[in-house]
Nanobody
Framework: QVQLTESGGGLVRAGDSLRLSCAASGRSFSELPMGWFRQAPGKERDFVAS????????YYADTEKDRFIIYRNNDKNTVYLQMNSLKPEDTAAYYC??????????????????WGQGTQVTVSS
């Protein structure tokens, strides 16, 4: 079982940038696709971005693809989410996820094998 620990959340202003980190331990991180999801209060958990095991392929939700960047460092067992030009509607708990099959499949919750505990991002207007 892999353990995922997110960090980097906080309170920022609209237009600011923030980088989330997710440290993984337990299994072979470099062999697994990873991703980020987010969940606002009272809403479903939504796909944000995913990345293949090698880091060579990435996928984004349409609303984030021009502002967010997902990347990973397999030597450090860490995946990152760089968030730029943040908006109040980006306010949510952000969850790191380990994929079950492929990064492309991680657009759906059923393709997630493990979750982190989440980190809160709050964007003020």
């Amino acid at each position: 079982q892999v353990q995922l620990t997110e960090s980097g959340g906080g309170l920022v202003r609209a237009g600011d940038s923030l980088r989330l980190s997710c440290a993984a331990s337990g299994r072979s991180f470099s062999e697994l696709p990873m991703g980020w999801f987010r969940q606002a209060p009272g809403k479903e958990r939504d796909f944000v971005a995913s990345i293949s095991w090698s880091g060579g392929t990435t996928y984004y939700a349409d609303t984030e693809k021009d502002r967010f960047i997902i990347y990973r460092n397999n030597d450090k067992n860490t995946v990152y989410l760089q968030m730029n030009s943040l908006k109040p509607e980006d306010t949510a708990a952000y969850y790191c996820a380990e994929g079950r099959t492929t990064a492309q499949a991680m657009r759906e919750l059923k393709a997630v094998d493990s979750w982190g505990q989440g980190t809160q991002v709050t964007v003020s207007s």
